[in-house]
């Protein structure tokens, strides 16, 4: 049953696994499900252990926004120094 709902979602994994498919074969697009559906593997069983209720803690709560704000600004630095690394290559060529 979770395979059925996992495969009929739209959603960004399909998309990828669509644009992953069509340029790389079969073999490529199904890695990237396996992956994805191990992904949400992990996350039930996390459920299941009750890693919810641990989570119900304000601390755990804060540290755990905390790490996540990290990330996505670690993220979005790495994205924006990348992106600055094109547009001077692609000046470069031009010139």
Known sequence: MLGLAYVA??????VET???GLAGGVRVAL???LGAI??????ALLALAGVGLLLASALAQLLLGAAG??????LGW???RGWQKLAAA???ERE
């Open 9 to 14: 979602s739209p959603g960004p994994v399909n």
């Open 18 to 20: 669509l644009r992953r």
């Open 31 to 33: 890695t990237l499900q």
């Open 38 to 43: 191990i992904g949400h593997l992990i996350w």
């Open 69 to 74: 704000t990290v990330l996505l600004v670690y």
């Open 78 to 80: 790495s994205a924006l």
């Open 90 to 92: 692609a000046q470069a």
